[in-house]
């Protein structure tokens, strides 16, 4: 229970409306059929924040989506918070998979969320997080209790890669001067065990096509004497990982950075249940890299994942068929030490390196980005970890997270301030999957937190 408890309990059902009313606008930014769609979130976002009381709103027109500005500066002495969201959502597809629209939100309850969550696109991930933080504004300032400066920059291009953003932040570094950056777009534990998410993975993102015969022909005609473009891109992408789950590209561990014995000591003692992990995805067993525990694994280590592959006929029955071409989009995920761009060539060298002469190989890098770690004895931490205190009862724990949000790197390289990242959705609320959600729970402890934290963070 805190000071704001009550003005939460009586504002909910407002809360909720107006978060559904940002959730029916498709705004996917990865889907040119959805350019107005995205431009007219970025203009209620604008008049949802001036409706709070933030002064200063604008919609910065950038080469891609505007970023959303606003702010409220009342006192230069007081120190000033950066709040960074995005009011872009990832595809919904595949839409046949959703129980209810993916822009018809509605609340449901499940086991995990008794008390309902809401079902949208972009209901965690980032459109109900990014909300929490303007009505907490919108609280303090009905309060009177605003304690700190307060800027915000939401913008429209995350889920896929930020580039505008990159380009914006390196015009403004006045506009966007700050003391600390607050940022709620990952996770936490569980709804009984609060959690600060300390880490973020890097990504390195590359599209390969393997060539063979200059066109598709006939399987026995010419099968068993020229290259399958298919059977050679699947062996060799078999052999990037060892027989211990271990990357076998020359030199990508190289700058890993390695965590202590007392650090891992650490992180081992965050509450993880292995077989609830298995049985919550159906699986037997899990699967990674030799030596290093499930948590670990998923957040600092680095990975290599095919996310897509494709080529030949996949119609119905049976094509005999050798194609001409085969195709796959490959990610990694990078922990601090290694950077994308070494890490994309390491993987390209390599990838050449190990095609048969019988085929041709062409590699293309996509966007990337940095990983981050942050600390926990600074007074930023300390201030969001009395937050989590003062609204769950309990002390948070610090959680290296093994997503990616490149532009927060980008934030401590031009901006020269850490980032505080006050995650509260829960790693089975489906974000980026069909059926996405967000606890109602959720939404109103992130609304009730984000206060506390201005109000120490302004103490220090
Ligand atoms: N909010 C997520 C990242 C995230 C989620 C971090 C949960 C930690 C916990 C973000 O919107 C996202 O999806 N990032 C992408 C990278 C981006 C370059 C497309 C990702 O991690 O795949
Ligand atoms: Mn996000
Ligand atoms: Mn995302």
Not at 411 to 421: A, D, G, N, Y
Request: hydrophobic share 35%.
């Amino acid at each position: 229970m805190s000071k704001y408890s009550a003005s939460i309990q009586e504002n909910k059902q407002r809360y909720l409306d107006e978060l559904f009313d940002l959730l029916r606008i498709p705004s996917v930014s990865a889907d040119p059929a959805y350019k107005a769609d995205v431009i007219r979130t970025a203009d209620e976002v604008a008049k949802r924040l001036t409706e709070a009381g933030a002064e200063n709103v604008e919609v910065c027109e950038t080469p891609g989506f505007p970023v959303v500005y606003a702010d409220k500066m009342f006192d230069p002495s007081k120190p000033t918070v950066l709040v960074y969201g995005h009011y872009d959502v990832q595809p919904a597809d595949p839409v046949e998979l959703w129980t209810s629209g993916p822009f018809e939100p509605v609340i449901k309850e499940t086991p995990i969320h008794p008390e309902g969550a809401i079902f949208a696109r972009g209901a965690c991930d980032d459109k109900g997080q990014m909300y929490m933080h303007v009505k907490a504004f919108e609280l303090m300032m009905q309060h009177d209790t605003l304690p700190c400066n307060v800027k915000f920059m939401i913008e429209g291009e995350e889920e896929v890669g930020s580039e505008n953003l990159e380009w914006y932040v390196k015009r403004n570094h006045e506009k966007l001067a700050n003391d600390v950056i607050l940022i709620s777009d990952t996770g936490m534990l569980a709804n009984d065990i609060p959690s600060i998410t300390t880490g973020l993975r890097g990504l390195a993102y590359m599209e390969v096509e393997v060539t063979g015969p200059n066109r598709d022909l006939h399987s026995g005609l010419y099968g068993g004497a020229v290259a399958n473009p298919i059977n050679i891109l699947t062996k060799m992408i078999a052999s990037l990982q060892d027989e211990d789950n271990r990357i076998t590209i020359p030199g990508f561990y190289d700058k890993v950075e390695d965590l202590s014995a007392e650090e891992r000591a650490e992180m081992a003692k965050a509450p993880f249940s292995l077989d609830a992990y298995k049985k919550a995805l159906d699986m037997n067993d899990v699967h990674g890299e030799k030596g290093y525990s499930t948590m670990e694994r998923n957040s600092i280590r680095p990975t290599l994942d095919v996310n897509g592959i494709w080529g030949g006929y996949t119609g119905e029955g049976a094509k005999t068929v050798i194609a001409s071409k085969a195709n796959a989009k490959i990610s990694m995920r990078l922990v601090p030490g290694q950077t994308p761009d070494e890490i994309s060539e390491l993987f390209e060298k390599h990838f050449i390196a190990i095609a048969p002469k019988s085929v041709k190989v062409k590699v293309t890098t996509h966007h990337g980005g940095h990983g981050y770690v942050t600390h926990t004895n600074d007074h930023a931490y300390k201030s969001a970890s009395r937050a989590y205190e003062t609204t769950f009862g309990k002390k948070p724990i610090p959680v290296r997270s093994g997503g990616s949000i490149p532009i927060v790197a980008l934030f401590e390289q031009e901006l020269k301030s850490k980032s505080i990242l006050m995650g509260f959705g829960l790693d089975s609320d489906a974000i980026h999957s069909p059926n996405e959600h967000f606890g109602i729970f959720n939404y109103l402890k992130g609304i009730e937190t984000i206060p506390h934290f201005y109000e120490f963070f302004a103490e220090g």
